[in-house]
């Protein structure tokens, strides 16, 4: 990661300025930005981030390659279309290569956090039996987002009770999540938020038949598929608060108390 950087990995905005050779079309419209982005196409996962890569969205203006914008057609306001971009594609990222389908059992730890909570909307979307892990406190709105059972953070889990596990905590609850997983299921991750380093008893995942899988680098259909699903009306994200651009310490604050659900944004 270059140094210094601007932060902010969504972006929400108009399309202010066109480089050579773009669309004019796309002048004045209302999109979001993929953030993470295959400059080598879609047959690498090489892969480059706005915010971490390159200077992103804690701004007034950002300049990003055209094929990275998405004009988007609804009534939301800015604040919850700002709410989409890293959350949501990296829960679609992962469902779609879970490969979660009507029908099946998907326990969500971390419930309530950005990512977490886009995951259990995305997954309930396409008819999963949603079992969303999170504070006790927070029930009632994760609920809300289409969890279908709620189970407290730390409580025990019903070994091989679930059809796929997306876990962003791990940390010493991994061995738990992965414990959850019925033979021939898969566990898939993008995040740690509980620490990186876990226990893992290498028979549980042979014996079972687990696939294990991670995920960074969104695939192609990603993007668009989030777009669909917001023209069509079929996600709405959770804002738990927004805050000035000025006010940003206070916002990074308030977030790590982590007493919130869904998503903090930034209002330049």
């Not at 929400?12 to 930005?33: F, M, N, S, T, Y």
């Not at 915010?51 to 992103?56: E, I, K, L, P, Y």
């Not at 971390?110 to 977490?116: F, L, Q």
Request: charge should be negative; charged fraction near 25%; aromatic fraction near 6%.
């Amino acid at each position: 990661t270059p140094w210094p950087l601007i932060q902010g990995t969504d972006c929400c905005g108009i399309v202010d300025e066109l480089g050579q050779g773009v669309d004019p079309a796309l002048l004045g419209k209302r999109v979001i930005v993929r953030a993470c982005m295959r400059p080598k196409g879609y047959d690498t996962m090489h892969n480059v981030w706005m915010a971490s890569d390159f200077d992103g969205a804690f701004a007034e203006y950002v300049k990003v390659p055209a094929s990275e914008v998405f004009p988007v057609e609804c009534d939301w306001t800015d604040a919850e279309l700002g709410a989409i971009p890293c959350a949501y594609a990296t829960a679609e990222n992962m469902i779609q290569r879970a490969g979660i389908r009507s029908g099946d059992r998907v326990l969500v730890t971390g419930a309530s956090g950005g990512t977490g909570s886009a995951s259990v909307q995305l997954a309930a979307r396409r008819g999963a039996h949603v079992v969303a892990m999170a504070s006790k406190s927070k029930f009632e709105e994760v609920r809300a987002l289409g969890a279908h059972e709620l189970v407290e953070r730390g409580e025990a889990l019903e070994p091989e009770s679930c059809d796929v596990v997306i876990d962003n905590v791990a940390g010493r609850g991994f061995p738990a999540a992965l414990e959850a997983v019925r033979r021939g299921g898969c566990l898939v991750t993008s995040g740690a938020i509980a620490g990186p380093i876990v226990d893992l008893d290498v028979r549980t995942l042979y014996l079972r038949d687990i696939r294990l899988i991670g995920s960074t680098a969104w695939d192609e259909p990603v993007f668009p598929n989030l777009v669909g699903y917001i023209e069509r009306g079929e996600i709405r994200p959770r804002v738990a608060k927004t805050f000035p651009l000025t006010d940003i310490v206070a916002a990074q604050q308030e977030f790590l108390l982590k007493a919130h659900v869904g998503k903090f944004v930034l209002i330049p």
